[in-house]
């Protein structure tokens, strides 16, 4: 079967750093991407990942290896509006399809 | 750019009726869309991915004779529930991509909230 695997929940404390992983279990893979999403809201891009290894744009930062079937979102200076389910997605060979992870719940502290 | 729009952004209807929601890519034209829909605390579901001109490929699962997909023009998708249920009342949400664009992107709707009483 196609399943991507992600903490449930993560907490953290304003100004920190917190890193959400995921891996994957997908029949054809061409990359990882990870969506933002409030409560009420729609999913919103955040980053790509096609190749191994980092790619940063601004405070967020995501990771892929490929061999190891993992990648991680790393969201930097946290802030309040960071709180937020975060999902990784796998895109698949199938006709463009996002493969959807369950969502790591984002807790931030002040 | 690639802004989608959904109407209505939520609707309440009783249950046996049915409801159309759109899905309308704004400024770019969508050669695929597809249609989520998602519980409370609960990833996306696919429910079903359509190309302009031809009939939307159903996920394993998904009652097509329930939820019709119509991809009639490459700016405008609608999903219609069916004879809708209380079991139906769920987040609707639609993404669209088009063919220049790099495979991972796709543009999301705004999302329905449906609720069946």
């Known amino acids: 079967g196609q399943s991507l695997e992600q903490p449930s929940e993560v907490t953290a404390v304003e100004g920190a750093i917190v890193q959400i992983n995921c891996t994957y279990q997908?029949?054809?893979?061409?990359?990882l991407s990870w969506y933002q999403q409030h409560d009420g809201g729609a999913p919103t891009f955040l980053s790509y990942n096609a190749l191994d290894g980092l790619e940063e744009t601004g405070r967020f930062s995501s990771f892929l290896s490929r061999s190891d079937s993992y990648g991680y979102l790393l969201l930097q200076e946290l802030q309040m509006k960071d709180s937020a389910s975060y999902f990784c997605?796998?895109?698949?060979?199938?006709?463009?399809?996002?493969?959807w992870g369950a969502g790591t719940k984002l807790i931030i502290k002040p | 750019g690639a802004v989608v729009s959904q109407h209505p952004s939520w609707v309440i209807c009783k249950s046996g009726t049915s409801v159309k929601i759109e899905c309308r890519s704004l400024?770019?034209?969508?050669?695929?869309m597809f249609w989520y829909r998602q519980f409370p605390k609960q990833s996306l579901m696919l429910m079903a991915t359509s190309n302009e001109g031809s009939k939307a490929t159903y996920e394993q699962g998904v009652e097509k004779d329930k939820f019709l997909i119509n991809h009639a023009s490459l700016t405008l998708s609608t999903l219609t529930v069916t004879s809708a249920h209380p079991e139906d009342s769920s987040f609707y949400i639609c993404?669209?991509?088009?063919?220049?664009?790099?495979?991972?992107?796709?543009?999301f709707g705004p999302g329905t909230r449906l609720t069946v009483t």
């Open positions: 993404s669209a991509r088009t063919g220049g664009t790099a495979a991972y992107e796709q543009y």
């Open positions: 997605a796998a895109l698949g060979r199938s006709n463009y399809q996002l493969i």
């Open positions: 400024d770019f034209q969508a050669t695929t």
């Open positions: 997908t029949s054809g893979f061409y990359g």
